[in-house]
């Protein structure tokens, strides 16, 4: 099912298949001019580029947009267009240090932020439900205020090795959980309440909480926290 309704595709211009760049393709080579829609997948991979410019235009991405090991790469500039995604896949950039370009986007099953060295991240101001898994563990970064709006998981919530993460303030909008929480090795992480609302209205949820700061059971973040 396309992300852009049928009425307003229309009047994009569409591609019907991804592409894969890598450190042999020539950027220059590839004919975006006027694309809007990417049915595809797009896999951005060891590449020496910075930022993304070249994808400017791209309003919406049907299939998996993977972006991981450029070591050149400082942030997504050329995202900011960017509304729609099927699922998002940041890895392994050693020098990604900001991601704001990617304010506006929706994702609508997958989102997995891993071992890059994120330290500026803003709200994802569209991101409201997620249908699959939100995987994050970045080393620097200190809050997850990019999932400030979220109301519904479908999947797992992962957070593992975010070193500077103390507490979940920012998940305080966060009323559904869906089939497991991951929350280990954050080394400063405390505070769970904000947790709470959500663990209530599912309290069977498979949980595996450790080598955190504190690692509370799920009873105890329930009756604990006020």
């Known amino acids: 099912t396309p992300l852009y309704s049928s009425a307003a595709s229309d009047v994009y211009k569409r591609q019907k298949y991804g592409f894969i760049i890598n450190s042999s393709t020539n950027i220059s080579e590839l004919n975006l001019s006027g694309l809007e829609i990417i049915e595809g ?51 392994h950039n050693n020098n990604l240090r900001n991601i704001s370009s990617i304010a506006n986007l929706r994702i609508k099953k997958t989102l997995v932020i891993y071992e890059n060295d994120i330290e500026e991240i803003g709200v994802l101001k569209n991101l409201e439900k997620i249908e699959g898994d939100i995987g994050i563990s970045e080393q620097f970064l200190s809050n997850l205020i990019l999932l400030e709006n979220l109301i519904e998981i479908g999947g797992e919530l992962i957070i593992v090795n975010n070193l500077e993460i103390e507490n979940f303030d920012d998940l305080s909008n966060l009323e559904k959980l869906g089939t497991k929480i991951h929350i280990k090795g954050n080394l400063k992480l405390e505070d769970f309440c904000s947790l709470k609302v959500s663990l209530e209205k599912n309290p069977e949820i498979e949980s595996q909480i450790e080598f955190n700061k504190e690692n509370p059971s799920i009873e105890d973040i329930v009756i604990s926290c006020q």
Do not use: A, Q, W, Y
């Not at 919406?60 to 998002?88: A, D, F, P």
């Open 41 to 91: 997948d797009v896999s951005i991979s060891s590449t020496t580029l910075t930022d993304l410019t070249f994808l400017k235009e791209i309003k919406c991405i049907e299939g998996i947009l993977k972006i991981s090991h450029n070591t050149n790469m400082e942030t997504l500039e050329g995202l900011n267009k960017l509304e729609c995604v099927n699922e998002l896949h940041i890895r």
